[in-house]
């Protein structure tokens, strides 16, 4: 959060509503012993998406910060992203590669993992310079993606 500037006040205000913060787990009708939970934020907290958000946006900073993309007039693009779906597109595999890495990198240094299930490469139908390149279909915010033929 300092990162991104937030007021101190801010993140005092948040660390007081996500630290020392003690749970119990109701198994049928037996309650657990209470916990704390050290890492992590409270699935369904008011201040979760949020949190995750801010999070997210640290790690795909950095992705951003190795400049591999599509370059579109003077912008690079690299990272389409919607809640806790992300696509990095690149001009070749390397920079998808590269990218992945960092992606992979940034997120385990905060307490986040990229789901190897679900991540997935897909080639676009695209002809470029009379060169055919491989298509394939993809799952992106739960809608498939493939080619029209």
């Not at 660390?15 to 704390?36: A, H, M, N, P, W």
């Not at 890495?101 to 897909?122: D, S």
Request: hydrophobic share 35%; proline share 1%; with cysteine.
């Amino acid at each position: 959060m300092y990162e991104f500037s937030f007021p101190r006040k801010f993140i005092s205000l948040t660390k007081k509503c996500t630290d020392g913060i003690r749970y119990q787990v109701r198994v049928d009708f037996t309650l657990s012993e209470e916990f704390e939970v050290i890492t992590g934020l409270k699935h369904g907290g008011a201040l979760t998406p949020i949190l995750f958000n801010i999070a997210l946006k640290k790690v795909i900073r950095r992705v951003q910060y190795n400049k591999l993309g599509i370059n579109i007039d003077e912008t690079t693009l690299d990272v389409l992203g919607f809640i806790d779906d992300l696509n990095l597109v690149g001009e070749n595999k390397e920079m998808i590669v590269r990218n992945t890495k960092t992606l992979i990198q940034e997120a385990k240094k905060i307490g986040l993992e990229i789901n190897e299930e679900e991540t997935k490469e897909m080639k676009t139908l695209l002809e470029i310079d009379e060169e055919d390149l491989t298509v394939d279909k993809n799952r992106y915010l739960r809608k498939h993606i493939a080619s029209s033929t």
